[in-house]
């Protein structure tokens, strides 16, 4: 079945630094990704939606000058942290829908989740 | 705004028992969704719901939607250590794959 992969799977980094995640679709082209934040023991929270070839949609709260995000193909999909702090350490998810426009005809697929810890 | 919500939050279960985690949604949806997450892991889907009166079964799950009440189940049936695991429901609202997703129930199937 379609595969959505994310690297890296664990990344610690410096406070100050900047770190990017990747998504991607391995075996079909997505349009649109979505990145998701979980903190432990709560549940996911949708960040942004990572379009292709355009500027990403973010949810309210969240800063777009410290979550960029890139979807330069139509299989891959960057997250960079910037200027990363401690609160920043969580679990980050992507997901992407193998559909062409997300509706009945695609299906969902996430990725094994990237944990960032900021020391 | 969409909201979702699942109860109950924990559950604690002794194996071979029976129960229900229900999840509720606030507004008109397409479809909803069923995952299980171990710890450190990420999402692993368990099921789709398309349509009112949906109900579909995998082994000792089965989930059931009805889009009139706003209502999911998922109803597990002689619980086992290995179904110990958190599960999250999650909705969504405009078609194109863009989730919200309940609280998450984290179930403790013991021995």
């Known amino acids: 079945g379609a595969v959505v992969s994310q690297h890296p799977s664990r990344v610690i980094c410096k406070s100050g630094t900047s770190v990017k995640i990747e998504c991607r679709s391995l075996?079909?082209?997505?349009?649109?990704m979505f990145w998701y934040r979980q903190f432990p023991k709560q549940s996911l929270m949708l960040m942004a939606t990572?379009?292709?070839?355009?500027?990403?949609?973010?949810e309210q709260g969240v800063e777009k000058d410290k979550f960029l995000i890139n979807h330069a193909s139509l299989t891959l999909s960057t997250l960079t942290v910037t200027s990363a702090h401690p609160e920043d350490s969580s679990f980050y998810i992507c997901?992407?829908?193998?559909?062409?426009?997300?509706?009945?005809?695609?299906?969902?697929?996430f990725g094994e989740g990237s944990r960032l810890t900021v020391l | 705004e969409l909201k979702v919500e699942q109860n109950p939050l924990f559950l604690s279960m002794q194996e071979g028992k029976n129960y229900t985690i229900y999840c509720n949604y606030s507004?008109?949806?397409?479809?909803l969704y069923w995952y299980r997450q171990d710890p450190g892991k990420s999402l692993e889907s368990l099921f789709v719901?398309?349509?009112?009166?949906a109900v579909k079964q995998e082994g000792r799950l089965m989930a059931s939607l009805d889009t009139k009440a706003r209502l999911s189940t998922l109803h597990i049936t002689a619980a086992v250590h290995d179904l110990s695991a958190t599960y999250f429901c999650?909705?969504?609202?405009?078609?194109?794959?863009?989730?919200?997703f309940g609280e998450g129930t984290q179930l403790t199937v013991n021995p």
């Open positions: 997901s992407a829908n193998s559909g062409t426009s997300g509706g009945p005809n695609g299906e969902l697929f």
């Open positions: 075996d079909f082209q997505a349009t649109t």
């Open positions: 990572s379009n292709e070839g355009s500027k990403a949609t973010y």
């Open positions: 507004t008109t949806s397409d479809r």
């Open positions: 719901l398309l349509s009112n009166g």
């Open positions: 999650a909705v969504d609202g405009t078609s194109g794959s863009r989730l919200t």
